[in-house]
């Protein structure tokens, strides 16, 4: 396969790499117990697909100030979370945030294929369509582990010629 620059020189493809691990499309569902007043915002804690939490509230979360001076202190339980604002004057509000169940949500993504390349032998993730740097050689190789030499290299301006 053969790419024609803007100046017309070529870019060459070399020899495809040796792929050790296919690309793959993954998935998983996030579930999450969601606290709510409104049904819209609120918090949400990770938790298994029964409810049950998979990592405790972070420290942060129990107690903050904002910029304005409030304190905020939350209490969290199986069925609401509590809020209390304490202003600096003294003033004290409560809101409180019924729990609202277990929601899911589904995380795809893609784990990029695993070339082994042609010169040193070192593993090349191949993330990028067209241009996955050798971290060994700096041998560059597209998506399907073509390799690929680009003429048009802003740090090769010497003109590129093949071999007669
Ligand atoms: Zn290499």
Redesign the pocket.
């Known amino acids: 396969m053969l790419h024609e620059n803007h100046d017309g020189k070529m870019a060459k493809h070399e020899g495809r790499m040796k792929i050790i691990k296919q690309r793959e499309h993954k998935q998983e569902t996030d579930y999450y117990r969601f606290y709510s007043a409104d049904g819209n915002s609120g918090f949400s804690f990770e938790c298994d697909k029964d409810g049950a939490l998979t990592s405790s509230p972070s420290a942060g979360f129990f107690g903050s100030t904002t910029s304005d001076g409030d304190e905020i202190e939350r209490v969290y339980e199986n069925q609401k979370i509590t809020m209390i604002i304490t202003s600096p004057n003294g003033e004290i509000s409560t809101h409180e945030f019924p729990f609202q169940g277990v929601r899911s949500s589904l995380r795809t993504w893609i784990e990029p294929a695993i070339g082994r390349?042609n010169?040193?032998?070192?593993r090349v993730h191949l993330h990028d369509p067209l241009d996955n740097d050798?971290e060994?050689?700096?041998?560059n190789y597209n998506m399907s582990g073509q390799e690929v030499r680009h003429s048009m290299s802003p740090f090769n301006d010497e003109p590129y010629y093949d071999d007669y």
């Open positions: 390349c010169h040193c032998g070192t050798c060994g050689c700096g041998a």
